[in-house]
Each structure stands twice: as C-alpha cells, then as structure tokens.
Nanobody, 126 residues
Framework: QVQLQESGPGLVKPSQTLSLTCTVS??????????WSWIRRPPGKGLEWMGG???????YYSPSLKSRTSIIRDTSKNQFTLQLASVTPEDTAVYYC??????????????????WGQGTQVTVSS
C-alpha cells in the first residue's frame, strides 16, 4: 500500500533551480528505517542516483551533484523535495523518487528499491 508520487514543473529554464516533491502515502517517512531517494534517467542513458534522505533526516548526495543538490523534507505533509540548482539541458531526464527498506546510499543496485514513483519528465530548455 506504500505509494510515491512525484510532482513539479515539466519545463524549467537553464540556470534556474528545479524543485520536485515526492508525496508518500502508506508509511511515514520518519519511521521504519526506510531510505528515500531521488533517481533520474536522462534520454538514452541509464539510471543515475542523485541523493537520498533517511528516516532521521540525514542526507546523502552523489559526489557529482552534491554542490548543487539539496533534499529536504516536510514531515507534516509526509513529503521530501529535491532541489537542483543551476540546471542545464544535461539535466533533462525522467525523475523518480523511490523507497528502500534500509540505508543503501551510493549503491548502483537499484533493485534495492522496493517502491518507485511513476516518474516525471523534466525538460531543461530556454
């Protein structure tokens, strides 16, 4: 019964900050030792893990993105939000939020994630 749903703009201009929100239902994001991540797939490429947040609020980021990536949460709404600053067309991708049952930060094994959102297309263009 756990469900994740991404929401946010489908189009963003270069140099702006992208903000995407994942709304979680069926489980609290503050309990159960779960790990909540943002993962994206650029056109024609594989999955790229961007960052994650634990039930405690601790965050972890991909080294290639950490300088412009932030994950925050709103526990009252059971949501966590991705903020990606200074976007370029290379950030065009389908963005997913996903749940793992325990800490799997930095892993390339996406099979660890047992629940995924449907994904949302984000295009960076002027």
């Amino acid at each position: 019964q756990v469900q994740l749903q991404e929401s946010g703009p489908g189009l963003v201009k270069p140099s702006q900050t992208l903000s995407l929100t994942c709304t979680v239902s069926g489980v609290s994001i503050t309990t159960g030792y779960n790990y909540w991540s943002w993962i994206r797939r650029p056109p024609g490429k594989g999955l790229e893990w961007m960052g994650g947040i634990q039930y405690s609020g601790s965050t972890y980021y991909s080294p290639s993105l950490k300088s412009r990536t932030s994950i925050i949460r709103d526990t009252s709404k059971n949501q966590f939000t991705l903020q990606l600053a200074s976007v370029t067309p290379e950030d065009t991708a389908v963005y997913y939020c996903a749940k793992a049952p325990h800490w799997v930060g930095y892993t390339k094994n996406y099979e660890e994630y047992d629940v995924w959102g449907q994904g949302t297309q984000v295009t960076v263009s002027s």
